[in-house]
C-alpha cells in the first residue's frame, strides 16, 4: 500500500491592509503549528503594493519570520493565479494543485471578503468565513445594523462617511455631542486590531481622532464611552457552531489598543473570564447567535462589553479573521477549552473542506 498523499495548503499571507506585519506573525505562528506528516504548505506572500509571490512546497516551516517575504519567490502574481486558477485541464480532468488555501491577511483584501471572492470564483476550498460574513464583519456599521436585527444589545453609536464629515462637519460634531457626549470612542468603519481608535474627552480630541480614522477608511463609527470589562468568546464550526469558554482581556493600556494588543505583551489575559456561570453561559449563546447572525462559517472571535455597574453585556463587534499570534485571545480560548492549536488548524481546515463539499453538491444539482 502506497503513502496516503498530503494534503496541500495554500497559505496566504501579507496583503495591501494597515496590519500587514500582524498578517505576518500570524503567518509564521500557523506554519509553524502544522502537522507536515499530514499536510504539505505552498506559502503565498502578497507584497505591501499588492503583488503575489509564490513559493516552493514546503516540507518544514520557516525558521525565522523574515523569510516569509519569499524574496527568492518561484513565482509572482500569474504564477501564484494559475497555481489557484488550475483546477481541470483540457480533458476536464481535475488537477487539484491546491486541495485548501488558508487565508491569514487580516484587514482591508483579506477579511472584507474580496480574497474569499477571488478564492469563490477559482472554485477552491477555503478556511474562514464567505463572502457575505467576511464584509459584514468588516465594516462595523453594518455589522451593528445586522446585530440589532438579531435583538443583540449594543452600545449607542453614530457613523459617517467623508463627505458629511468634509461638507457639514458641525452637524456632524454636535450629533456626537448630543447622542454619545464624551467620552467617546472614533473607530474606522472597515479596519481591525484595534488600528486607528482613538478616546476623545472633549471637542479638540473628537476632531483628531476623526481625522485620524479618515485617514484608514472613508467611513467612521463613533461609540458610547461604556465603563465595562472587555470579554471575547471563540466560535468554531459550520451551520453547526460551537463557543469556546469566554476570556477576558485586561489591557496594559487605557483601552485595548493596537500596542497592547500585539507590541507591548503587557495586557493581562484571564481565561476563563472570572464571572459567575450564568453570565459565561449567555456570553457563549450570544457569541453563536451573532456568528449565525452575520452568516459566519469557519471561526470567528466575538467580543463583548460587560458594563462594571449592573453586568449588562453589550456585543461590540464579529472578528472572521482573528490572529493566531503568541497574544491571540481565539487559540488561546480553545486550548482552555480543550482544543489544542494544532487540532484547532485541522478543525478549521476539517470546516472549509465540508462547506465546499455542501456548494458543489447544491451546484452539481441545480446545474
Not at 464571572?275 to 457569541?287: C, G, K, P
Request: charged residues 25%; hydrophobic residues 40%; contains cysteine.
Amino acid at each position: 500500500m502506497g503513502q496516503q498523499q498530503k494534503m496541500r495548503v495554500g497559505l496566504v499571507y501579507g496583503g495591501k491592509s494597515g496590519e500587514h506585519e500582524v498578517s505576518l506573525s500570524t503567518a509564521f505562528a500557523v506554519m509553524g503549528a502544522m502537522d507536515y506528516e499530514k499536510y504539505e504548505i505552498i506559502p503565498f506572500y502578497i507584497t505591501k503594493v499588492g503583488e503575489w509571490r509564490i513559493g516552493e512546497v514546503r516540507h518544514q516551516p520557516f525558521s525565522d519570520k523574515s523569510e516569509l517575504t519569499l524574496e527568492e519567490a518561484a513565482g509572482h502574481t500569474k504564477d501564484a493565479m494559475e497555481m489557484l486558477f488550475a483546477r481541470v485541464d483540457r480533458n476536464g480532468i481535475a488537477e487539484q494543485r491546491i486541495d485548501v488555501m488558508f487565508p491569514l491577511i487580516h484587514g482591508t483584501n483579506g477579511e472584507d471578503g474580496t480574497i474569499q471572492g477571488l478564492f469563490e470564483m477559482a472554485n477552491v476550498p477555503y478556511v474562514g468565513a464567505g463572502v457575505l460574513a467576511s464584509s459584514v464583519g468588516m465594516d462595523k456599521a453594518v455589522m451593528k445594523q445586522v446585530f440589532a436585527h438579531a435583538g443583540l444589545p449594543q452600545c449607542k453609536y453614530v457613523h459617517f462617511i467623508r463627505s458629511e464629515w468634509k461638507n457639514h462637519q458641525t452637524d456632524v460634531m454636535a450629533n456626537i455631542e448630543a447622542e454619545l457626549g464624551f467620552p467617546c470612542f472614533i473607530k474606522p468603519a472597515n479596519l481591525g486590531s484595534s488600528v486607528g481608535i482613538s478616546k476623545a474627552r472633549n471637542d479638540v480630541e473628537l476632531q483628531q481622532a476623526i481625522e485620524v480614522a479618515l485617514r484608514y477608511d472613508r467611513k467612521v463609527i463613533v461609540e458610547e464611552f461604556v465603563d465595562a470589562r472587555e470579554v471575547e468568546v471563540s466560535v468554531l464550526g459550520n451551520d453547526e457552531a460551537d463557543a469556546s469558554v469566554p476570556g477576558e482581556i485586561v489591557s496594559s493600556g487605557e483601552f485595548y489598543d493596537y500596542k497592547a494588543k500585539y507590541l507591548d505583551g503587557k495586557s493581562q489575559i484571564v481565561i476563563p473570564a472570572p464571572l459567575d456561570e450564568e453570565l459565561l453561559d449567555r456570553l457563549r449563546e450570544m457569541a453563536v447567535t451573532a456568528f449565525r447572525a452575520i452568516d459566519g462559517s469557519g471561526l470567528s472571535r466575538v467580543d463583548f462589553f460587560v458594563r462594571r455597574s449592573d453586568m449588562q453585556v453589550f456585543i461590540n463587534e464579529v472578528n472572521t479573521m482573528p490572529g493566531f499570534t503568541p497574544f491571540s485571545m481565539y487559540p488561546l480560548m480553545w486550548k482552555e477549552t480543550g482544543l489544542a492549536y494544532g487540532a484547532l488548524l485541522d478543525r478549521l481546515i476539517q470546516l472549509a473542506l465540508e462547506r465546499y463539499e455542501v456548494k458543489q453538491q447544491l451546484y452539481f444539482e441545480n446545474v
